[in-house]
């Protein structure tokens, strides 16, 4: 029963209120008529048994009858009345489409994709004319790509327009989805079809706990040979910053040991080449190290690609290693060495104060106990400046002070904790509300931070000299100087080449989740989760994603199709093939045309028996109800 | 919304060629085409007679009596206008019918009109309900056709239907006899055919035209009906189907062939017509077949 989904009781509320108005008018129809007439005297002597005595009794009952069972008749055909098992009426089927980076391999002449398009059409041929089916492109994530649709023109442009993705097949939410669908937006579930070869992403064993039991599987056969790319991870070397280790990691999603060819390139250039033999199912490893300052375009690729290519070359981007430049004005240089050359991230250039040029190439500039007529358009840190040309106001020269205090809250003076620090002079200086305190003597602040408009710190007291020459405080303040300037300095890089879907990245223990930051290679943030120190996030598509931890900075080259290696066995419940329409079609008959016609007969016979063919031109006779 | 005209021109054409015929012989008169077989004044010779005291001198034939010396008298064909008269139905059982009966007795009078004036005929229009309206005359000529069409659309419908009233006073008021066509629905509930007679016996030639809608023969309806006499305003409650239509139509058809009798038995002629018929089709059709035009 459809009937714009109609209850039965609605459906019986439907007739009645129709059948109240087909009562009214036949009484309003049989009401006595007042005419207007030329003579009286051939009524008088057509006179049937004299006067009518009850104005509203019933007459033609059998009209009045053919016309509500006619009007019975026609909304039963409306509500498609059947005989036969309601569980085999029209029903509304899922169509799940596996479109996982798996059906492009090839078996035979098509790929596993043109046979799974071609069962997908067999099956919406061979559903019977009333029913629906919704296409879900099922990877990854479960894509419904139509409604629940009787048009099986529509359904099968669908199924032909469907690709193979990026990911693998996550079946058991696909399956959520179809069972979802069904029983949110239709009454009348039918089947769940899969068609596709069952390689999942799922636990097999929690698939099998799964309780589907109007599930239908169009199995692809899946007999593809493949050994291909897992992962690329490459890391800087720890004693040579030149040197990057890469770790190139293969599987074998075939059933039988393959041998193949393993070479990495960079930029082009061959850099090495392994010959592996991996078993079935395993997977392998091969090291690589490459030297280079230079950044440029490095290439895995395996051969024979086998009957799967789209694991068989991947790709990463290494970035260029560029050393933070820091010009130092010193008469002094020696005493600032130590402090800057501590860091192979950072490349000192030491001169005099009178080779000062303000045009001079520097990503940050520091000026010891000297102050240019104009200062550079670099960030700038001031050591003593000259109290007449300092950036910050002197306010007095301090002698034999104490360092009382370190503002830790700001990320300056983080991890800074030497208390009592002895200063045998420094200098003093006025704060501004925007500045930033970073220590301070009891007298007024001695370290200083601007923001605007270029990056300035400002030291009133010479850190390499006295007694902190020899505290950790020192070098310190010199890192936490340069990675307040120039954040990304101290980074550590680590390149990944992987597969699209999930990523699950480990941050350790020390990592806060809140300074976490993950985005794709537009610069857009990609949602994410954190759970227990470990980090997760998923894109379907290929491309880079950079996922950015406190100083450690993790590149993702996602240029890999995943692939599944779980092989998921049907329940023994599951149905399989295409069903035989005969089978559908024989188990119930449809009545509505039948009815339809019935109710169009009732209503015709009711017309010729008692309509009034000269109703209409008696109207004209002046007559008046 | 311009009234339309009673009979359009194309139609009019048509009605050219036709003419007006009577059965009867009237005593003394002739008119139109009809050729008097008496003599009397007028303008064409018929025939040579011996003077008698007290002729006309003025019909003497001078010349044969200078030749032959006895006196002639010429005599002419007599040219009376033999009188058509036409009466037109307006009382209130006209107005009824899906097409008014009144209009399309309008139509019909309109057209025989029309071929006496054409013919030279003098024609004489009275509508009546109760009693005789007012009169028009007119001689022969086609240019006298517009005062006709005029006094028809003048008409007005009303009033209830009284034939012999109508008929004594027509008596009255017209001792010449004639062509009388009556055009109506003949429903009078004090019964038209003796006052039909009374016309007839007065030596009048009867061309009965009637006059009737479609449902005033086979009535539409059925069920429970009450029904209002258009002119009495008697009304009447009754339960009519298909058998109580057989017997009205029957009844109907009782009345119709009793006035064709009536018309009949008097040297008249009758003719039925029903207002769903074209008004051409009726003049070229049941009056011309009934000799009443030609």
Excluded at chain 2, 215 to 221: A, G, L
Aim: aromatic share 8%.
């Amino acid at each position: 029963m459809f009937l714009l989904n109609l209850s039965w009781l609605q459906l019986a509320a439907l007739f009645g209120g129709i059948s109240v108005g087909v009562v009214a008018l036949y009484l309003w129809d049989r009401t006595r008529r007042r005419l207007i007439v030329p003579t009286l005297r051939f009524w008088v002597a057509s006179e049937q048994p004299a006067q009518v005595r009850r104005r509203r009794r019933i007459r033609q009952p059998l009209s009045l009858l053919l016309q509500l069972a006619s009007i019975a008749l026609l909304l039963l055909a409306m509500a498609q009345l059947r005989i036969g098992s309601p569980e085999q009426a029209s029903r509304d089927h899922v169509l799940l489409l596996d479109t996982s980076a798996w059906m492009s391999s090839r078996s035979g002449d098509a790929t596993l994709m043109e046979l799974a398009q071609a069962a997908a059409r067999a099956y919406v041929r061979s559903l019977p004319a009333g029913n629906r089916a919704m296409l879900v492109r099922a990877d990854a994530l479960a894509t419904p790509v139509t409604a629940f649709e009787s048009n099986r023109r529509a359904l099968e442009t669908a199924i032909d327009n469907s690709r193979p993705g990026s990911t693998a097949l996550n079946l058991g939410q696909a399956l959520e989805f179809a069972q979802q669908a069904q029983r949110l937006q239709t009454g009348r579930p039918g089947e769940i079809v899969y068609v596709g070869p069952g390689r999942i992403t799922d636990n097999p064993e929690d698939l099998a706990r799964r309780s589907v039991p109007n599930l239908r599987v169009l199995n692809i056969p899946d007999h593809v040979e493949n050994c291909g790319l897992e992962k690329i991870g490459i890391e800087r070397g720890a004693s040579d910053p030149e040197t990057w280790h890469i770790l190139v990691g293969v599987h074998n999603y075939g059933a039988r040991p393959r041998t193949i060819a393993l070479s990495l390139a960079f930029e082009g250039r061959s850099i090495g080449s392994q010959q592996l033999t991996v078993a079935a199912g395993a997977s392998q490893n091969a090291n690589f190290e490459l030297r280079t300052r230079a950044g440029g375009h490095l290439e895995a690729q395996v051969t024979p690609a086998g009957d799967f290519d789209g694991n068989a070359r991947a790709s990463i981007d290494l970035p260029v290693e560029r050393p933070l430049r820091v010009l130092v004005y010193s008469d002094r240089p020696e005493t600032l060495k130590p402090a800057l050359a501590a860091s192979s991230a950072v490349e000192p250039v030491f001169q005099r104060p009178y080779e000062y040029s303000p045009g001079a190439r520097a990503d940050i500039v520091i000026f010891d106990r000297f102050a240019p007529a104009s200062p550079p358009e670099a960030d700038t840190v001031w050591i003593e400046p000259p109290r007449g040309d300092s950036p910050v106001p002197v306010r007095e020269t301090a002698t034999d002070a104490t360092l009382s205090r370190w503002r830790t809250d700001n990320p300056l003076a983080a991890g800074l904790r030497a208390q009592d620090v002895r200063l045998d002079s420094t200098e003093v200086f006025y704060a501004d509300p925007d500045d930033t305190v970073v220590a301070e003597i009891d007298s007024g602040p001695v370290i200083l931070a601007r923001s605007e408009p270029h990056k300035l710190v400002v030291l009133g007291f010479n850190p390499v000299a006295g007694s902190l020459r020899y505290a950790l405080t020192t070098p310190l303040l010199f890192a936490n100087i340069l990675r307040w300037m120039s954040p990304g300095i101290f980074h550590r890089w680590e390149l990944n080449a992987g597969c699209v879907g999930t990523v699950t990245v480990e941050l350790g223990r020390d990592a806060d989740p809140g300074g976490v930051r993950v985005v794709s290679e537009r610069g857009r943030p990609l949602p994410y989760s954190v759970e227990e120190h470990s980090l997760r996030f998923f894109t379907a598509e290929p491309g880079t994603v950079r996922v950015v931890a406190g100083d450690r900075e993790i590149v993702y080259s996602l240029s890999l199709p995943q692939v599944a290696e779980a092989r998921w066995k049907a329940p023994e419940t599951a149905r399989h093939g295409i069903p035989r329409l005969a089978a559908i079609t024989a188990d119930y008959s449809e009545l509505w045309p039948w009815l339809a016609l019935l109710g169009a007969a009732g209503l015709l016979s009711e017309w010729l028996l008692f309509g009034r063919a000269y109703a209409p031109a008696a109207a004209g006779a002046r007559s008046a109800r | 919304m311009a009234q339309q005209p009673l009979i359009d021109r194309t139609f009019l054409e048509k009605l050219e060629r036709l003419a007006l015929h009577w059965q009867k012989s009237f005593p003394g008169l002739v008119g139109g085409h009809n050729v008097s077989r008496f003599s009397g004044p007028g303008l064409e010779f018929l025939d040579h007679r011996r003077f008698h005291a007290g002729d006309d001198l003025r019909a003497v034939n001078w010349q044969a009596y200078l030749r032959f010396e006895k006196l002639f008298l010429k005599m002419f064909r007599v040219e009376p206008h033999t009188p058509i008269r036409l009466l037109i139905d307006t009382s209130e059982s006209m107005s009824t019918g899906a097409i008014p009966k009144f209009d399309y007795a309008r139509r019909i009078a309109a057209a025989l009109a029309y071929v006496g004036l054409v013919r030279l005929d003098t024609i004489v229009m009275h509508g009546f309900s109760g009693v005789l309206a007012e009169q028009f005359r007119c001689g022969g000529g086609r240019h006298h056709f517009s005062p006709a069409v005029s006094y028809l659309e003048r008409l007005s419908r009303g009033g209830r239907t009284d034939f012999l009233r109508v008929v004594r006073q027509f008596i009255s008021s017209y001792s010449q006899r004639g062509l009388l066509v009556v055009v109506s629905d003949f429903l009078d509930d004090q019964n038209c055919e003796k006052a039909l007679e009374l016309l007839a016996d007065y030596g009048h030639e009867l061309m009965l035209v009637h006059v009737w809608a479609e449902e005033d023969r086979v009535p539409p309806w059925e069920g429970e009906l009450e029904l209002s006499d258009a002119e009495t305003g008697a009304h009447l409650k009754l339960e009519f189907d298909t058998d109580a239509r057989g017997k009205y139509t029957a009844a109907f058809d009782a009345y119709a062939r009793a006035l064709r009798r009536i018309a009949l038995r008097n040297d008249g002629r009758y003719t039925g017509l029903s207002t769903s018929m074209p008004v051409e089709d009726a003049v070229f059709g049941p009056l011309a077949g009934m000799g009443a035009v030609a």
